[in-house]
């Protein structure tokens, strides 16, 4: 199994992002799949997670400013973050999980910053 997470980078405070989570290895319609983030000296905290069956939910911090999707067909994940602000700078990780296994990406950074 791998999930591939791309897109990080420096955005400045108020801009957008888009991160993209190519996955391989599971079937993917069946697996909810969900972005999380760490930010330096905190812990793991959910941004925004998609259920198998396509119903969407996001964290609290980004409500409102964020949108999660993904291409059943080809296997990806997407997170976009609107009005984005130096408290959103944090790794920001990939994950697959079912009933029975939980899988992570590698993460990539993102850095909110003027």
């Known amino acids: 199994v791998q999930l591939q997470a791309s897109g990080g980078g420096l955005v400045q405070p108020g801009g957008s992002l888009g991160l993209s989570c190519a996955a391989s290895g599971i079937s993917f319609s069946s697996y909810d799949m969900a972005w999380y983030r760490q930010a330096p000296g905190k812990g793991r905290e959910l941004v925004a997670v998609i259920s198998g069956g396509g119903l969407t939910n996001h964290g609290d911090s980004v409500k409102g400013r964020c949108i999660i999707s993904r291409n059943i067909a080809r296997s990806m994940l997407y997170l976009q973050i609107y009005r984005m602000r130096p408290e959103d700078t944090a790794v920001y990780y990939c994950?697959?999980?079912?009933?029975?296994?939980?899988?992570w990406g590698q993460g990539t950074q993102v850095t909110v910053s003027s």
């Open positions: 994950n697959a999980r079912n009933n029975f296994q939980s899988y």
